[in-house]
């Protein structure tokens, strides 16, 4: 019923509150890549978090990109 989303990244979104802002910036990253695809290359899973290397890739304008990151998700 609640997020809190905190991007570290130099281009990332900084801050998320709330299902709605979540599913907002999800959206976004669509409707600028709609063939984006999310890979997740690596998990680890405690009982109270997970850590994990995404990668989002696809093409914008005609070039392809990757954008890898990784996840810190405390429960």
């Given amino acids: 019923p ?7 990244r130099l281009a990332g979104w900084d ?16 409707d600028l890549a709609p063939d ?4 997740l290359d690596h998990l680890r899973l ?3 978090a997970l ?3 995404v990668v989002w890739s696809g093409t914008r ?7 890898a990151f990784v996840w810190v998700v405390e429960f």
């Fill in 2 to 8: 609640s997020i809190l989303a905190l991007d570290h």
């Fill in 15 to 30: 801050r998320l509150e709330g299902p709605g802002a979540w599913v907002t910036a999800m959206r976004a990253m669509v």
């Fill in 36 to 39: 984006v695809i999310v890979r």
């Fill in 46 to 48: 405690s009982a109270r």
């Fill in 51 to 53: 850590m994990a290397e």
């Fill in 61 to 67: 304008e005609g070039g392809a990109f990757e954008s």
